[in-house]
Structures are given as C-alpha cells and as structure tokens.
C-alpha cells in the first residue's frame, strides 16, 4: 500500500486500517467474540494526526513557558501532568495521581576549578550540557558552593594497583583520621560508591570533594560521576590524570559549582476506563518527562500525545477488559516512575494486569519501525519477554504487514518502562522508531533515510522540538496503538498464562539503575 500523507490535515492512516484488523488478528479462541460496533469504529477513526499533533504542541508549549524542559520534579513537567489529567478526565477515565519522592539535579552554570598555589593553572570543565568532555565534571547530585581551601590527599593508592578497585580512599571513616576539617578532600575511585565517599568526606569536615579516575587502563578518562542522591558539598569528578598532578602538587585549590539537588515529589498519571473487566486489565504506557537539555516532543511526547489520543477515543466505549493507560515520571531519572508503580502494587492487584504495552519515540525523524522482541526469535542477546509477549509481537508484525511496512525486532534491553512489568513476569510489547543507535544499510533499504546517522539526532537535546517529528512514523505508531488497544479491549483470550504472578517475581535486591545514558562508571567506584 502505498501510503500518502498530505501536510496539514493527513489522517492516522494506519488507525483506518486498524478498523478492519480486529476481527483478523483476534487470537483463535476469541474470533467468536463481537467485534467493536460501528460507534467504536467511528472513534477509532477520530484519532487523526491533527489530534496527536495538537498534544505535541500544547507539550511544547508547556516546556517554552517553562524553562525550555518537561523534566520530572520541575513546573514544566507538573504542567504537563495538568494537561493529560484535564484531557482524561473529559474522556470519562476514572484518574489517579500516584506521587512519589525522586532525587533531583540541575547543573545551572559551568563549573570552575583552578590550583590557586604552588603553580596557579585552570582546568577545563565539562559544561552542564555534555557538548564535550572536560579534564573535570560535575558529579551528578553533587551540591553547590564555592570554596578555596588547601587540598588534602586521603588513603590514595599511588602508582595504582594492579586490578580496578584496588584502591580504598574514602571508604572508611577511619582514612579520615588526621583529616583537617575545612580542607578539600582528594579521593580516588576504588571499591566503594562515589557517593560514600562524599558522604565520609563531609562527615569529615571536609568543604567539597575531588574524587579522580583509578588509573588502571579504562579507567583514566575524567569520571563523569553520579552520586544517586544529593550531597550538600560540591563534588567533581576527575581524569586520573589530572588527579595524579593534584595529588603531588598539592596546594590550595579554589572550586566552584552551581547546582541545584534535592528531593522532590513527582507524580505517574494512571486512568482506568469505567468498563469491562476489571480482573482483566489491558494497560499501555508512556512516559511524561523529558529530559533537562529539552522539550522531549519525540523522547516521549510522541508516545504520551497518541497514547492520550487513543484513550480518548476509547474512553467512553464499552469493553470487554478494562483499558488502563499509564503516564509516568521520572523514566529519565532510569524508569523510576514504572517501577515505583510496579514495586507498590500489591500482588493480587499485579495479577490483574494481563499485559502492558509501551510507547517510547515514536516519530524519530530517521526512523526505524521496531517491534520489541517477544520470543527472542531475532536471536540478538536479550531474553525473551514472559510468555504471551511473543503474541503481543505478532500482533504488531500482522498489523505493519497489512499496509505492507517492514518492520524490524528490537531487544527488550531494559532502556524503557516494559522493564519492571517484565520483572514480574507481565506479557510485554510495544513499538519505538530508535534512540541515539545508528541506522544501519539493511534498515535503509526498508525504512528510507539515512544509513550510519542516528534515528533520532536530536536525542536527549534542545532540538528534540515539534520539527524533530517524523510525521509518517507517528501516524503509523499510532495506529498501531489504536490496534492494539482494541484488539486487547474485546479479546477473551488475552496473551500469557492466565494466572497470578508470585510476589516473589517482584523481588528486587538492589535498585534498577539503567538509564538511556548508561555511563561508565556512574555510580560506583
């Protein structure tokens, strides 16, 4: 099918296709079961791409009139929570504000850090917006404050051992002892978190901290630390370089950072539909926050504004499952916002969730259509998803090869909130059109664009505005939504096994910390 969108005023093309699908892709069990009626049919059919367009700019409006992001624990993102609630509720959802306490950072300004004495000399920072990699960083949830005060090396390990986290430094209160209070703490990276380190420092008296790399080989670029919670002094991270000139210089050093870091409380947005099942739970998701440096209108506007257009569409239509649509923070701070959601529901609630979907980009301007992989059957790393997952993919697969797209598998890899409803053992699935990965050839061939260039150049940046939108991906995305959703709303035969997952499924032994920027060296020494 050859499909052609017309500027202005095109139609979800892939949303009138999914019209007749229903019935088609309907597991064997459930065909028998009555297909949504010519009034469902027509509201499908409402969600047009001026619909989902029109939530991406009122986003984009909210991040103009509030400091250029929609970030989680910040007035652009709580304006955007107002924004989908108020729409919700006019579609007839039943909403709940789920607020939870989140660790929150913003580097406001470039940092300084200079040797005032013996040798005066500047270092190059790492400006606030990672344009490029400077001899020192600041550590992520370090404090503010600016201090000039003599430089006091702690339980180094100089030349470094033999193996990475060798050394100990700061680990301890005991390598404090001598420690004189007032004095900036020299720490090197080793066995335990950055932020221990910090902590024991201030304990110590210590004003701020310099913690540098270890110095084995991969380990000497400058750390571009995160500390996991605010700390009141200022931190910064070091190459090991650097830290090998401070430690046999010694001396006083003048150090400045202007941050912002604190707890905050930030909320998930969850709607439940007034009908069907409500032991039956068919849920989607998306999340609400961008990133600091942007808007974030593909990373996820785009996912939030045609989750939103299907569930209004859907909103006041009878169903055989209970639809129930998700909105989630702080996805950027590494899924915080799902898994807190996931973690507080009790076990005979969990149980009711037969399956979740999740939208994440979907309008990358060099796109891909990517299908996550349920089976494993791309054969690429990644496990399967739980059982049932791999029947959400042929849904989609059924779905693009119905207007003749291609399509491709992409890893369930953790990046995006499937992960805790995967964890306890939820049948998973959804659609993305790439990150900050590379296009390769063979996807060329299929999708168009261009090989070896990022699907979404503005990743994670300023520029990830209503122009970063690649129009024919969103309507078929959202199509695909609108398929899904109704296929599951009127299915008897849902995906997975139909029973309760065990509370032990849940169990989690140390917080998840994957993120989208998995850095080396992040948290941990």
Known sequence: MRITLRRGTFRVLAT?????LPLALLPAAAQAEPAPGPAERKLIDSVTAPAVKKHLQALQSIADANHGNRAAGTSGHLASRDYVVGRLKKAGYNVTLQP????????????????????????????????????????TYSGPGEVTATLQSVDLVLPPGPTPSTSNSGCEAADFAGFTPGNIALLQRGTCDFVVKAQNAKAAGAVAAVIFNEGQPGRTATLLGNLGTPVT??????????????????????????????????????????????NKVVMSGAHLDSVPAGPGINDDGSGTAATLAVAEALGKIPTRNRLRFAWWSAEELGLLGSIHYVD?????????????????????????????????????????????????????EK?????????NGTDFDGRSDYGPFIEAGIPSG????????????????????TAGQPYDPCYH???????????????????????????????????????????????????????KATIEGRTTG
Not at 16 to 20: D, E, P, T, W
Not at 255 to 263: A, Y
Not at 356 to 374: H, P, Q, R, V
């Open 461 to 515: 940046q300023a520029c990830d505005t209503v122009a970063n939108i690649n129009d024919k991906a969103l309507a078929l995305n959202t199509g695909a939504i609108a398929t899904a959703a109704v296929v599951y709303a009127y299915s008897r035969d849902l995906p997975g096994p139909d029973t309760a997952r065990p509370a032990a499924a849940r169990t989690r032994t140390a917080p998840t910390t994957t993120t």
């Open 100 to 139: 939870f306490d989140i660790a929150y950072f913003e580097e406001k300004s470039t940092a300084l850090m200079e040797r005032v004495s013996p040798n005066p000399r500047v270092f190059t920072p790492t400006p606030p917006d990672g344009s490029s990699v400077g001899e020192f960083d600041t550590m």
């Open 233 to 278: 002094i200022p931190v910064v991270g070091t190459s090991f370089a650097v830290g090998q000139e401070l430690a046999a210089t010694g001396g006083v050093v003048h150090l400045k950072t202007d941050t912002i870091s604190d707890i905050r409380t930030t909320y998930n947005v969850i709607a439940d539909s007034k009908w069907g099942d409500p």
């Open 344 to 396: 507080t529901l009790p076990a005979a609630e969990l149980s009711k969730i037969k399956l979740f979907l999740d939208y994440d980009m979907l309008g990358s301007t060099n796109y891909a259509f990517k299908i996550y992989d349920g089976d494993d059957s791309d054969g690429v790393g990644a496990p399967a998803g739980p059982p049932g997952s791999d029947e959400i993919e042929k849904l989609y």
């Open 430 to 449: 959804g659609v993305f059109t790439g990150a900050e990965g590379i296009k390769t050839p063979e996807e060329a061939a299929i999708f168009g664009g």
């Open 399 to 407: 779905y693009f090869d119905l207007l003749h797209q291609g399509h």
């Open 16 to 20: 009138a296709a999914a019209l007749s």
